[in-house]
């Protein structure tokens, strides 16, 4: 029996998830946790086979929790979950350790096949999403390079969003926001923001 910790900030997708899995004989989750807070807590007082992980989540964010996870149990399967597409977040999730990774608009039947993919402590991906997660070197899209606060402000720019505005949002100083903003251009070899609303499009990148 494969015993999963379930870790999503909205009550509603774990219900879901749970009574998902309840029709498969070889997997039951066996707690929840609503931040990445509660998830260690979970973790350090019992075992589990593998951690079903919410990559946005208030407070911890998955790939924060992600990279505890693996500093204190390397050897744990996890799978991330997104509501962004794999080719986004998916490299930032396997670059911190994750073994999978899953956009929630995808069926239950490659959820149970993830499950049981990764339980084998390897990486795992449905059949067709290899090639564009995984490939690597020079064919990779620029915005793969961006850590996930970069991300963050990256969506908040292209809305609209001021950079004071996503200051008060993000509880930082604008000049914080201000040198992510220089960051994130420079990794993706922009000038401003014009240029990376337009590259933003170009790669199908939405807010």
């Known amino acids: ?36 807070h509660e998830a260690i807590e979970h973790l350090r007082r019992r075992a589990f086979d593998l951690v079903l992980l919410d990559v946005n989540m208030g407070g911890r964010s998955g790939l924060d929790t ?7 149990w390397p050897r ?11 080719e986004q977040y998916a490299p930032m999730a396997f670059a911190l350790g994750a073994n999978g ?14 499950i049981r993919g990764t339980t084998g402590g390897g990486c795992y991906l449905p059949p067709g ?3 564009s ?11 793969q390079r961006l850590t996930e606060r970069e991300w963050e402000i990256l ?12 200051g008060v949002r993000l509880s930082l100083s604008v000049k914080t926001i201000s ?9 993706l070899n922009l000038a401003s923001n014009a240029e990376l609303v337009r590259y933003c499009l170009e790669q199908g990148i939405s807010d």
């Open 1 to 36: 029996m494969i015993e999963i910790l379930m870790v999503d900030d909205h009550t509603i997708f774990r219900t879901g998830i749970r009574r998902l899995l309840t029709d498969e004989n070889d997997m039951r989750i066996v707690a929840e946790a609503g931040n990445g």
């Open 66 to 72: 992600m990279r505890r996870i693996r500093e204190e």
């Open 76 to 86: 744990l399967p996890v799978i991330m979950l997104s509501m962004y597409p794999e």
């Open 101 to 114: 990774y899953l956009s929630k608009d995808r069926d239950a039947e490659q959820l149970v096949a993830t």
């Open 129 to 131: 999403m290899q090639r």
């Open 133 to 143: 997660v995984m490939r690597q070197g020079g064919g990779a899209p620029l915005h």
């Open 155 to 166: 969506r908040l720019i292209i809305q609209g969003v001021s950079l004071t505005e996503i």
């Open 179 to 187: 040198t992510y903003r220089t960051r994130l251009l420079a990794k």
